[in-house]
């Protein structure tokens, strides 16, 4: 074990629970046990669940503050009982790194192929250990490591540095950690955009390059009610609805001049030429943090002929939503 590291060497773990991991974890951090006067403190309330959010770091703090948005405010005082609380590790500036279970119960997730299965490679981007209560990830290539304790109501999330994360990473931070806080509560995080006005919303589905983004973005700029461009939060209860969770939109690098209608900060990613950019949304959209009321279901498709709206047969959802079906 290195210096600043904290965990146990390989063979301790070998013999060891994934609870006893998971307290160590807790343990060690500095503020866990209660709010400090140091480092910052946010609160992000959505869909009627609050969440805390402490960093020590500054660079964590601004990566938290524009990936949520307006729904994201300093705390004031200490998080209610009933709130989520989140710890946010940036081992660079904080100098203690949490080193990722060695286990070898891991599941081992690979990327999937564009058809949608999962392509069995020696190489996986992503290692996660599920337990009674407990879920633990730990991403590869980002070295992003995330520790959820449903039972005690509190999270761990950990990056090498906060200054340099991915530009996916910026655009929508922590998507395991809150797709595990979220499902605990019966909520779903999908890929999708949502836009609508006071009356209802539609989940723009499909993948990536089908026109959601530009969709979304296009009405938010005309004035419509917009809950998210690349991640919603989807609760799927006799009236399903639909919460913004992050403040972003992914587009493609050349179409950014289309989007100077729209109040945001730009950020031009240096990663490889076909990643998208990424645009912080400054202002607060309607029916981002409050939700809109799902309607339907549309699949947008990028076609030669000009634009034309047709219905389907109904959509029979299968997913996490309620564990069962739901007809659209």
């Given amino acids: 074990m290195t210096s600043g590291a904290i965990g146990a060497t390989p063979a301790a773990q070998a013999g060891a629970s994934l609870r006893a991991f998971v307290d160590a974890a807790f343990d060690a951090v500095p503020g866990v046990g209660h709010i400090t006067t140091e480092g910052r403190h946010h609160?992000?309330?959505?869909?009627?669940?609050?969440?805390?959010?402490?960093?020590r770091s500054p660079h964590f703090s601004r990566l938290i503050r524009r990936g949520f948005g307006p729904g994201m405010r300093p705390a004031t005082q200490p998080p209610r009982p009933d709130s989520f609380?989140?710890?946010?590790?940036?081992?660079?500036?904080?100098?203690?790194?949490?080193?990722?279970?060695?286990?070898n119960d891991a599941r081992q997730l690979s990327p999937r192929s564009p058809q949608g299965l999962e392509r069995v490679q020696p190489d996986p981007v992503r290692r996660v250990w599920l337990g009674r209560g407990i879920r633990v990830g730990h991403q590869l290539r980002e070295n992003i490591l995330t520790i959820v304790d449903l039972d005690r109501r509190q999270a761990l999330t950990q990056v090498p540095d906060a200054a340099t994360v991915p530009s996916p990473e910026q655009a929508?931070?922590?998507?395991?950690?809150?797709?595990?806080?979220?499902a605990s509560r019966g909520r779903s995080l999908i890929h999708g955009a949502v836009?609508?006005?006071?009356r209802g919303g539609v989940l723009l589905a499909g993948r990536g390059g089908s026109g959601?983004?530009?969709?979304?973005?296009?009405?938010?700029?005309?004035?419509?009610?917009?809950?998210?461009?690349?991640?919603?939060?989807i609760d799927a209860s006799d009236a399903p609805r639909a919460f913004g969770v992050y403040a972003t939109a992914k587009v493609e690098r050349t179409d950014v001049?289309?989007?100077?209608?729209?109040?945001?900060?730009?950020?031009?990613?240096?990663?490889?030429a076909g990643e998208k950019a990424v645009l912080f949304l400054n202002g607060d959209p309607p029916g981002f943090q409050a939700g809109l009321r799902l309607r339907a279901i549309v699949l947008p498709r990028i076609s030669a002929s000009p634009m034309r709206v047709q219905p389907c047969r109904a959509l029979c959802v299968v997913s996490g939503w309620g564990g069962g079906r739901r007809r659209w």
Avoid at 43 to 55: L, P
Avoid at 172 to 182: D, E, F, G, S
Avoid at 212 to 233: E, N, P, Q, R
């Fill in 43 to 55: 609160i992000w309330d959505v869909g009627g669940t609050t969440w805390s959010f402490s960093t």
């Fill in 85 to 103: 609380r989140v710890f946010c590790l940036d081992s660079h500036r904080d100098g203690m790194r949490v080193c990722p279970p060695s286990f």
């Fill in 172 to 182: 929508a931070p922590m998507r395991n950690l809150i797709h595990w806080l979220m």
């Fill in 195 to 198: 836009i609508g006005t006071a």
């Fill in 212 to 233: 959601k983004s530009s969709t979304a973005l296009a009405g938010l700029a005309a004035g419509m009610h917009f809950a998210g461009d690349d991640y919603v939060l």
């Fill in 257 to 272: 001049p289309l989007y100077s209608r729209l109040e945001a900060e730009f950020h031009h990613t240096t990663g490889p």
